[in-house]
């Protein structure tokens, strides 16, 4: 099987806009490659398998079937990302609740494109 690497964030000197990126939220959690085949595997940016850590994601395969997905595990408390409450679960291997699979893959890449050409229409308004 292919192993990828998780896309990583990059920093920039000043903020900027364009119409040939799309931005989203950075999310404080721990960035991951699941691989959906026969059985499921959840790697790491060391390659560190975290399925065992975090057994509850067992739904991504039953709801995706066959691919790869790149991703980050967060913990939402309050309604915002939790890094230690997320690094605290990754030291258990009992199931949790409050975990969620925040997918950076095609798919939301496919609903950011699809949602910027239904609200701008004529194209994206520079800053």
Not at 33 to 39: C, F, G, L, M, V
Not at 58 to 69: A, I, N, P, R
Not at 102 to 112: D, E, F, G, I, P
Request: with cysteine; net charge positive.
């Amino acid at each position: 099987m292919k192993q990828y690497k998780p896309m990583l964030a990059r920093s920039e000197e000043t903020p900027f806009s364009s119409d040939e990126w799309i931005f989203e939220v950075k999310w404080d959690g721990i960035r991951a490659i699941s691989y959906a085949n026969d059985e499921l595997s959840i790697r790491g940016r060391n390659q560190t398998e975290l399925f065992h850590n975090f057994p509850e994601l067992v739904e991504l395969k039953k709801l995706t079937g066959k691919c790869v997905l790149d991703g980050e595990i967060i913990v939402m408390k309050n309604g915002k990302a939790d890094f230690p409450a997320v690094i605290k679960r990754n030291q258990t291997t009992a199931p949790g609740t409050s975990n969620i699979y925040h997918l950076n893959s095609l798919l939301r890449m496919l609903y950011l494109i699809s949602w910027k050409k239904m609200v701008y229409p004529s194209g994206c308004p520079s800053a």
